[in-house]
């Protein structure tokens, strides 16, 4: 947790932390400040220190509300610079971040870099900055970041801002509920009011509605996907497909904070009316998975054990895993579940080179999604729910919501 | 504007863009695939050729709906390319970029790098893909992207989704007025339904809500600042404020379509109730430079005489302006105007190094905003509308809605 930063940078000896970008939608930024509407800003941390956030001149008020120590980037001068180099921007804003560590007393030792930037403009400036100031080595951490790894646990306050966002999701879920029980059926299609069915985009627009209500959103869409679409795991779904009774719909909801804050993540399969024998057949397959990985979570174990846990249960219930075969398209095809903080996925890992010594230490928050899908029977079933280990040891799914298949109609 | 960007591209003697990162709230890689649903994406455009989209296996049926010819990144095996390279990620990733580019004959030439990424890994990945490949130079361009030049003017699909967002836009103003102008008054401060008193984070709530029943969002936020808030140009606003009469609110609403796509841009300043002589005299000065600018506008004209123009007309009715002190807080202090696209800030220029030989052509979109800031006086007024130089050479503001003053209470 970020009280582990400066652990953490030392374990990997960075000296500094520079991050770059936008105030909102950028985690590094926003783990480090808290969140501000900064259209742009400059943050270095120093090993030990607290960081200083260096802000433009017209954003001075918004930077000020972080209560960091500021300073104005205007005081280092880039038009004056540019014209010292002839008009070359990328030198002119090396010298600018030469002089922006300088008077932080860095002027030498390692520089992580993070945050969000054009990556040509960030290879070209880096590029410049380490010519200008060979004392300095400027670290970028493309596998997890020393911010993702301290973000690989949250403190109870984080806890508090996930749980929110779940409690929010679930209350649009809810509410997607009552709004869609409430449609009469015409040939198997749901329709609405007005006598025309209702579609995926009717739907969607009210859960978008439903966020902005209560402080949410959702950056990243919202998968609500019908039949063929809900057995292709990351289809959003498509605007125009019709609601019909008796076909499986995946509905995979994660918000965040207004602004780019803490996400939630939560997935129900429903169908509606009633669930044809070989849907609930698959459903209860995923469930029974779900059950018996949320009944086997260990203080301790390696995170990835369950992905293979995972794949062993549905084996054994007669499906292809990604194990038999990494790129399967049928059966179970994805990962057992992921980490939930200011990214929708971070730390800790359940599969794939990064994070493969992840394991359940208090204070993880991760969450729990097996799934099936067969394209060529227009079939996909998803459950997930997000849980933090807390600081007893204990696992402890941040909010509830039933996850009944069939969704009954009035 | 994108039929120009090959030329675009031989003019800066680039073979190829390559595009990284998300497929929404990106504008490099939105302005190229029109705009998807991809968590992370490739993409290259070799110079006389459409771009090739790169996704991972779990997105190909939101890469396909581009329209793009699309690639499995999953057959570059990065899996095996971290093994081979020690477990060294940025290595595997410039390995991996160099077989993309191979694949598509580029072995060599000038490469431009442009989306969103962390810097950091930007920096450590093209240091090792220039070492790898030395026949490539890989070009980043911090100042105005070839891209960013090509946006520079639209096209009119373009122009029409910009209109598009500008009608929700007033419409959310509309909607803003109604609502705010049925309060009742109870010692100079408006007071809801229940008898409390009506907040800036009120106002934005509704404001995100009737936003996103309309399609839009605002990833960076809504300018709502009464009083000394007002007189911030860049403040957002303070969510604990009232709204009381008789005191000046900057109102600057700056939407986009959802998923991140194009913006529109509109400011307005209210009195509710009653406006005292002093803000009036100020807001009159604001209107009457805005109207003499908006006539003044010609084709071919550099968009920075404007803002020297702006100067001169502020400073004969007696205001500092920034022409007289580049960090000056109070009269005029900011730009005239900026672009508009799908950045809410780019191109024409209106002041600054970047773009100072920008001028009036068919396609640009382009704010004018003057304004006047008097922080002593808890006073700000800015007035803004967003136009649209048309290939006849006339200048249409996109959509309209009243720049009074005083906002009637009923």
């Known amino acids: 947790m970020k009280s582990d930063l400066d652990g953490l ?17 950028n985690p590094a930024m926003v783990y480090l400040t808290g969140g501000a509407n900064l259209s742009e800003a400059e943050l270095i941390k120093k090993r030990g220190a607290e960081p200083v956030l260096f802000y433009n001149l017209m954003e001075r008020e918004e930077a000020a509300l972080t209560g960091l120590e500021t300073k104005n980037l205007g005081d280092y001068h880039l038009e004056f610079l540019i014209k ?47 010519k200008a100031a060979p004392g300095l080595e400027l670290v970028g951490e493309p596998e997890t970041s020393v911010l993702l790894e301290a973000m690989r646990t949250k403190d109870e306050a984080e806890v508090a801002r996930i749980r ?39 739907v969607k627009s009210r859960i978008n509605l439903w966020l902005a209500e209560r402080g949410a959103e959702n950056p990243e869409g919202t998968i609500f996907a019908v039949a063929s679409e809900a057995a292709v795991p990351h289809s959003m779904g498509r605007d125009a497909d019709f609601l019909r009774t008796g076909v499986p719909i995946v509905f995979d909801i994660f918000p965040c904070e ?26 209860k397959d995923v469930l029974d998975v779900y059950n018996q990985i949320v009944q086997e979570l260990r203080p301790g174990e390696l995170c990835k054990n369950y992905q293979q846990r ?47 010594d992840d394991h359940f230490v208090p204070g993880v928050v991760f969450t729990i999604e097996p799934g099936l899908y067969y394209p060529e029977l227009n079939l996909g079933v998803r459950l ?27």
Chains 1, 2 share one sequence.
């Not at 374990?11 to 500094?16: E, G, H, M, T, V």
């Not at 009469?184 to 009011?193: C, F, M, Q, S, T």
């Open 9 to 25: 940078m030392q374990a990997r000896n960075l000296d500094a932390l520079l991050v770059t970008g936008p105030g909102r939608h």
């Open 84 to 130: 010292k180099f002839d008009g070359d921007l990328a030198k002119a804003l090396a010298a600018r971040y030469q002089n922006m560590l300088a008077d932080l007393s860095i002027r030498s030792g390692r520089v992580g870099i993070y945050g969000i930037s054009d990556p040509g403009s960030a290879y070209a400036v880096f590029s410049e900055l380490s």
């Open 164 to 202: 929110r966002m779940g409690q929010i999701t679930v209350e649009v879920v809810a509410a997607t509920v009552d709004f869609v029980s409430t449609h009469k059926v015409r040939d198997r299609v749901l329709i609405g009011p007005e006598g025309s069915p209702l579609t995926v985009a009717d």
């Open 258 to 283: 207004a602004g780019g804050g803490y996400f939630y993540d939560l997935t129900r399969t429903w169908c509606l009316g009633y669930a044809p024998d070989e849907v609930y057949a698959v459903y």
């Open 310 to 356: 995972a794949c062993e249960l549905f084996e054994r219930r007669g499906h292809m895993t990604v194990r038999n075969d990494a790129s399967a398209r049928q059966g179970y095809v994805h990962g057992l579940g992921h980490g939930v903080g200011l990214n929708i996925h971070e730390r800790p890992s359940f599969a794939g080179h990064a994070g493969e």
């Open 384 to 410: 997930e729910n997000t849980f933090w280990m807390r600081p007893d040891g204990q696992f402890e799914k941040l909010v509830d919501f039933p996850m009944d298949l069939v969704l009954p109609l009035e």
